[in-house]
């Protein structure tokens, strides 16, 4: 059985840093999930990028908890909220996203911010060059990729509620403003880039 075929492969037990109070969660999800029922056994996922991300398991189905880390974060950075209200607002409109059943955000519960989805079952790729799948069949996975990608982009934000979501104009301005205020507020204990010195005065 390859990585992608074994259900627990992309999962493992909560790492010390990631540990919270799962009772208190159970408790949290009894009160905001109609047809919660435990017991609980929380699992956390390999993946997640910045966000730390859980299997929540059930006798009777199965869930998935993303949440802010915890510690020091930079400002604006790990806006679980905000994936919370685009993934409830997709799915308005029959976008292919899980169902989100709560956010909570406080931190009192479990240490940080988190929101509660439906775990979506199927397969995981870790190497985006498929090489499990057959050569001749692999398009078909990229064809799919793209038309879910384009159909996302089809997506009027402003009539799923998301009119007043962000701001449309001078996104790369205001990145490259942000990202340079985050080099500098972290010198000088992370050293001097000249490169990347050299990108900003650019």
């Known amino acids: ?13 909560v790492g010390d840093r990631h540990r919270f109070d799962e009772s208190a969660l159970a408790g949290w999800m009894a009160q905001t999930i109609p047809d ?35 510690g020091q974060l930079a400002d604006g950075a790990h806006a679980i909220d ?5 993934l409830t607002a997709l799915a308005t409109v029959d976008f292919p996203v899980p169902h989100v059943h709560g956010l909570c955000e406080d931190p009192a519960i479990i240490g940080t911010a988190f929101y509660v989805m439906d775990l979506v079952e199927g397969r995981i790729f870790w190497d985006a060059t498929l090489p499990d799948v057959p050569a001749a069949e692999r398009p078909a996975y990229f064809d799919a990729m793209a038309e879910t990608l384009a159909r996302l982009h089809d997506i009027d934000y402003r009539a799923i509620g998301l009119e007043d979501y962000g701001r449309p104009d001078g996104y790369v301005a ?27 005065d650019w």
Do not use: C
Not at 1 to 13: D, K, Y
């Open 1 to 13: 059985m390859t990585e992608a075929e074994n259900p627990n492969a992309g999962f493992t037990e």
């Open 36 to 70: 919660f029922e435990g017991p609980l056994t929380v699992h956390q996922f390999k993946g997640g990028q910045s966000n730390p991300t859980y299997r929540l398991s059930t006798p009777r189905r199965n869930y998935v908890l993303r949440r802010k880390p915890p």
């Open 82 to 86: 905000r994936e919370a209200r685009i």
């Open 174 to 200: 205001r990145q490259v403003r942000r990202w340079t205020r985050q080099y500098q507020a972290d010198l000088p204990e992370a050293g001097e880039e000249k490169n990347l010195e050299a990108l900003i």
